[in-house]
Nanobody, 120 residues
Framework: QVHLTESGGGSAQAGESLTLSCSAS????????MSWYRQVPGSEREFVAI???????AYADSVKGRFSISRGAAKNTRTLRMDSLKPEDTATYYC??????????????WGQGIQVTVSS
């Protein structure tokens, strides 16, 4: 069974940095894309960044130039480095995986969410 574990959230002052990590377990013989989304109460969940199985990356315009997604040091871990944080980055952040093939253990998954709070 696929399971995503997020870590690294918390509180920061505007202009500071935080790094989120997402560790995926349960993928056997599956490649996957990993993305980050965020959501504030009363709003839709919005896309933040993605790193695909080949390492290509893309970002939402609102975070481009400030956030960086990359492979972590540990296998099956991806990190989201968030620099120059703004109060409007305050949200619950979710990691999401989309396998490059379907069937068996190759199932998409969402993490449980982790809170990021940025104060001015």
């Amino acid at each position: 069974q696929v399971h995503l574990t997020e870590s690294g959230g918390g509180s920061a002052q505007a202009g500071e940095s935080l790094t989120l990590s997402c560790s995926a377990s349960g993928y056997t013989n599956c490649g996957y894309d990993m993305s980050w989304y965020r959501q504030v109460p009363g709003s839709e969940r919005e896309f933040v960044a993605i790193i695909d199985n080949e390492g290509s990356r893309a970002y939402a315009d609102s975070v481009k130039g400030r956030f960086s997604i990359s492979r972590g040091a540990a296998k099956n871990t991806r990190t989201l480095r968030m620099d120059s944080l703004k109060p409007e980055d305050t949200a619950t952040y979710y990691c999401k995986t989309d396998p490059t093939k379907s069937g068996g253990a190759c199932q998409p998954a969402w993490g449980q969410g982790i809170q990021v709070t940025v104060s001015s």
